[in-house]
């Protein structure tokens, strides 16, 4: 979980979502980015974004994925287009310009892919991605990656805020991160 870059910028996304069918994997979109930069060496958390986005395939949330995110329609009516919300993220991230993309899984990577290649605007964070599940699994020995509950469970600390919101959910990575390397 230890990296040779200054900070871990810890992503978390939500997106358009189903429990029916209606909205397939390669349709669903970003409609909120929630992250934090983490200090590699203190593992403070030195800086925060929240963005909501307004999804175009599907703009009308379901009633499923309010339940789930807590975001309303009245909050992605009022979100940003995908590709103004990058680089709003991208200029709040400059400052810290030795930093590595981390998430939960690859679900958050392919989901950027995905909506970089839809709206045409090139993918922003190179090559290198560091998967925080599975460098989870391997700090604690566990043959299993853990979802975020699981493995706050793990650690014995409770979640913090709300679950699936997408800053709340990058607050607690990070409170992992710091967990594991840090023991604190
Ligand atoms: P999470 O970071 O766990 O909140 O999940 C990110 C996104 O994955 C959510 O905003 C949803 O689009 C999707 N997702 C998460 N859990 C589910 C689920 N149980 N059923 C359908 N989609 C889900
Ligand atoms: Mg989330």
Not at 173 to 179: K, L, P
Request: aromatic share 10%; charged share 25%; proline share 4%.
């Amino acid at each position: 979980m230890r990296i040779d870059e200054q900070y871990y910028l810890i992503i978390d996304l939500e997106a358009t979502c189903c429990d029916r069918g209606t909205v397939p994997r390669e349709e669903m979109e970003i409609i909120e980015i929630g992250a934090v930069m983490q200090d590699a060496r203190t593992f403070d958390v030195v800086s925060e974004f929240q963005q909501v986005v307004r999804p175009v395939r599907h703009p009308v949330l379901t009633g499923f994925c309010r339940a789930l995110t807590g975001t309303t329609q009245a909050d992605v009516d009022a979100g940003v287009p995908y590709a103004d919300a990058l680089s709003t993220l991208t200029a709040w991230a400059a400052p810290f310009d030795d930093h590595l993309f981390c998430s939960w899984g690859n679900y958050d990577r392919r989901q950027f892919q995905q909506d970089c290649a839809f709206h045409d605007v090139e993918y922003p964070f190179g090559t290198r991605h560091l998967n925080l599940k599975e460098e989870f699994a391997r700090a604690t020995n566990s043959r299993r990656n853990k979802g975020l509950s699981g493995a706050l469970a793990e650690l014995r600390l409770e979640f913090s805020g709300q679950p699936h919101r997408g800053l709340d959910d990058a607050r607690n990575i990070a409170r992992i991160v710091r967990r594991v390397c840090l023991g604190a």
